[in-house]
């Protein structure tokens, strides 16, 4: 009992974790979904543990796919997210009002389904439950984006069991909210939004306390002459096929950036690279061409500046 009494102040935690994050990373989505998972905690001030259950299951999926499919500002303070703070407030008055009236009960809630694996605290809830996932699910295949359905689960999870109606409400979605946030921030700071390959940021971070390695450039010359639209789209194709070849591998000022262990290791790879490369053509607006290229490597001397400036001058 102490350990589900604990998951709602854990739950409370990272709401706060996770609002904070949303709001300095400003992922406005997440900021006002975890807003109304702090507002769903009200009514369990003002009523009792079980009368706030059957409101906020019946409210949270509405509430939660209302803030999922409408559109929603970059900036969290701009007009355009007016409704959403409006659809909180509306819903923390609902659960200060519903839950301590004595008409919003259990029985007005339930057509006594028997459903198999769950034990729904609602059984209108649950029916919101799958029909907005169903919804969720949609989405989540259309946008090729699956965090939203993740969470919504994560929300809901409590009032799938009747084994959790003597606790308050806890949920997991803030938890993996935080994850995300934090995930993304990594990617961001340490990946190339481009290609998706480690930029010079995580180089330096990888190369951190190595005295010896090898490091290699690949260069292609005719990235300095082509526009910037058909730059972006050779720079995907070449990471491509580079994410399939097993080495360490960055991507700096349109270079790539290899380290290797070994003189040895180096010879291997950068020989099958080399021949990869000349036997693959890449298309361009339905023409096929074959970029010229150098791979150029030595011995880890001074620093990454110094290496790199030192294989640049060799082009």
Partial sequence: MFFLDFLTYFSLIFEFLALFLAFYFKNTR????TLALLVLHLPYFFSSVFQAHLFVSLFLPLIFILLCVKKISNNI??????????????IGILGFILPNNTNFNASSLDFHLNIPFFS??????????VIFGLVLIIQ???????????AFISANFQFLFDFFCSVKYFEFASLFFCFLILHKSYKILFFDPLTKLPNEKKLIHYIKGKNHYIIALLHFSELEYTQESYTKLILKQIAKILKRFKAKI????NDFV?????????????????????NTEFKLENESFKPEFKIIW???EGNL????ESLRAKL
Avoid: V
């Avoid at 729904?120 to 439950?129: C, G, M, T, V």
């Avoid at 989540?140 to 993740?150: A, G, N, P, T, V």
């Avoid at 960055?250 to 000022?253: A, L």
């Avoid at 500046?305 to 790199?308: A, I």
């Fill in 140 to 150: 989540s295949f259309k946008r090729k984006e699956y965090f939203l359905l993740l």
């Fill in 120 to 129: 729904p605290i609602s059984d209108l809830a649950f029916l919101f439950f």
């Fill in 30 to 33: 997440i900021f006002f979904i």
């Fill in 250 to 253: 960055f991507i700096q000022n």
């Fill in 258 to 278: 290899l380290i290797f262990n070994d003189n040895n290791e180096a010879l291997r790879h950068l020989g099958f690279l080399e021949s990869l490369l000349k």
């Fill in 298 to 300: 030595k011995k880890k």
């Fill in 77 to 90: 303070l701009e007009k355009a997210n007016i409704s959403s703070f409006a659809i909180i407030i509306f």
């Fill in 305 to 308: 500046t110094q290496d790199l």
